[in-house]
């Protein structure tokens, strides 16, 4: 019923920037939070940021003043510009919003696939 789908992923060097997209499509009624999550090799998933649906953010300590998360309510997109990457930032970035659907009463969480993200010379 909803799909979340990441771009914007890649390859960029130390200090570079990217910016991620993460479009959600389906029968939405209305979306709530919406977050960026990612996950190393060997790592647990990890929150990097938190927008609720007014505007409100959040950031994990490891990225804050680096990452920015924004929204685009019109298009059901949340986005995350990275800038200063750094090697440890490497991992599949992961979408992920809670959202009530028409067929149901309440929200649920839903996630996209991962988009990997290389921070490498």
């Known amino acids: 019923q909803v799909q979340l789908v990441e771009s914007g992923g890649g390859l960029v060097l130390p200090g570079g920037s990217l910016r991620l997209s993460c479009a959600a499509s389906?029968?939405?009624?209305?979306?709530?939070?919406m977050g960026w999550y990612r996950q190393a090799p060997g790592k647990p998933r990890d929150l990097v940021a938190r927008i609720t649906n007014s505007g409100s953010t959040m950031y994990a300590d490891s990225v804050k003043g680096r990452f920015a998360i924004s929204r685009d309510n019109a298009k059901n997109t949340v986005y995350l510009q990275m800038n200063s990457l750094r090697p440890e930032d490497t991992a599949v970035y992961y979408c992920n919003a809670n959202i009530a659907v028409w067929v149901r009463s309440g929200n649920m969480d839903y996630w996209g696939k991962g988009t990997l993200v290389t921070v490498s010379p």
């Open positions: 389906g029968s939405i009624r209305s979306i709530n939070n």
